[in-house]
T-cell receptor
Framework: QKEVEQDPGPLSVPEGAIVSLNCTYSNSAFQYFMWYRQYSRKGPELLMYTYSSGNKEDGRFTAQVDKSSKYISLFIRDSQPSDSATYLC??????????FGQGTRLTINP | NAGVTQTPKFRVLKTGQSMTLLCAQDMNHEYMYWYRQDPGMGLRLIHY???????AKGEVPDGYNVSRLKKQNFLLGLESAAPSQTSVYFC??????????????FGPGTRLTVL
């Protein structure tokens, strides 16, 4: 069983739609839960991170963590074409090492 | 600040050739990492370093070597390239520190093709 499972998509939605991206994980030792965004032919950039179960909002983005179910989600409201990218969930292990999901490629159609 | 830079941006090798990828950061970060990214596989950690002069193996270290002679540089070497090493390679760095979340900053990537 992989430590992290993420639906690779691709996911294509119309502009203005609500997008839901999800990951499951198996390692109870993961403490920080992150979402990275990666534009085509660029390096990943940290979008959001959270430490505890519950929701964290940042503008149109909401990160949700359910530690009991080992499930994290990223919601994008009022999606824009500029949100088109690959989204990777990530978790921290020791020495600040990151464990990534496979990434979901998202396209927002105008 | 340039952040994290990688050299070269693109490279084509023949099987058996060797090469070195250079990563440099100007943020005075302690921790540096090398990842590879393959379709459907996300990013996988190859090697990492928690300080100048130290290195450690990650998830997929076979066929690669690394060195961290200077704090700002982290080199990834391929001694005898194989087609399975065709990938996009990313370097990252962070300030480190146990028990805290420190953002990893990524370079722009090196696209390597091994024929």
């Amino acid at each position: 069983q992989k430590e992290v499972e993420q639906d690779p998509g691709p996911l294509s939605v119309p502009e203005g739609a609500i997008v839901s991206l999800n990951c499951t994980y198996s390692n109870s030792a993961f403490q920080y839960f992150m979402w990275y965004r990666q534009y085509s032919r660029k390096g990943p950039e940290l979008l959001m991170y959270t430490y505890s179960s519950g929701n964290k909002e940042d503008g149109r983005f909401t990160a949700q963590v359910d530690k009991s179910s080992k499930y994290i989600s990223l919601f994008i409201r009022d999606s824009q074409p500029s949100d088109s990218a690959t989204y990777l969930c990530a978790f921290i292990q020791g020495a600040q090492k990151l464990v990534f999901g496979q990434g979901t490629r998202l396209t927002i159609n105008p | 600040n340039a952040g994290v830079t990688q050299t070269p941006k693109f490279r084509v090798l023949k099987t058996g050739q060797s090469m070195t990828l250079l990563c440099a950061q100007d943020m005075n970060h302690e921790y540096m990492y090398w990842y590879r990214q393959d379709p459907g596989m996300g990013l996988r950690l190859i090697h990492y370093s928690v300080g100048e002069g130290t290195t450690a193996k990650g998830e997929v270290p076979d066929g690669y070597n690394v060195s961290r002679l200077k704090k700002q540089n982290f080199l990834l070497g391929l001694e005898s390239a194989a087609p399975s090493q065709t990938s996009v390679y990313f370097c990252a760095s962070t300030g480190g520190g146990q028990g805290a979340m420190n953002e990893q900053f990524f370079g722009p990537g090196t696209r390597l093709t091994v024929l």
